[in-house]
Nanobody, 121 residues
């Protein structure tokens, strides 16, 4: 079993900043990649940003230049620094971790419970 604990969501005004964090724990042998997805009301879940075990990031076009993803491998934690937030960034943000489980040494895909980000004046 793998647990993901997210934090950092909330209400912020347009142009403001928030920092999300997600820590993975439990039956983890190794982590391939970590990332953040979001889902707005009435829309499909979409990738926001991801980062590989080598530290290579990738971003959705909508957030390039405004968001920054980073990870602390020693802590199994991924962060998402969100700057210059816009109302269209409002969504539930989900942490995702692609890993190898220590239970059976098989690949696994784990999701957090989601954290609400609301950008509004």
């Amino acid at each position: 079993q793998v647990q993901l604990v997210e934090s950092g969501g909330g209400l912020v005004q347009p142009g403001g900043s928030l920092r999300l964090s997600c820590t993975a724990s439990g039956s983890i042998y190794s982590i391939f990649a970590m990332g953040w997805y979001r889902q707005a009301p009435g829309k499909q879940r979409e990738l926001v940003a991801g980062i590989t075990s080598a530290g290579k990031p990738n971003y959705a076009d909508a957030v390039k230049g405004r968001f920054a993803i980073s990870r602390d491998s020693a802590k199994n934690t991924v962060y998402l620094q969100m700057n210059s937030l816009k109302p269209e960034d409002t969504a539930i943000y989900y942490c995702n971790v692609v890993l190898v489980s220590s239970d059976d040494l098989e690949p696994d895909d784990s999701w957090g419970q989601g954290t609400q980000v609301t950008v509004s004046s």
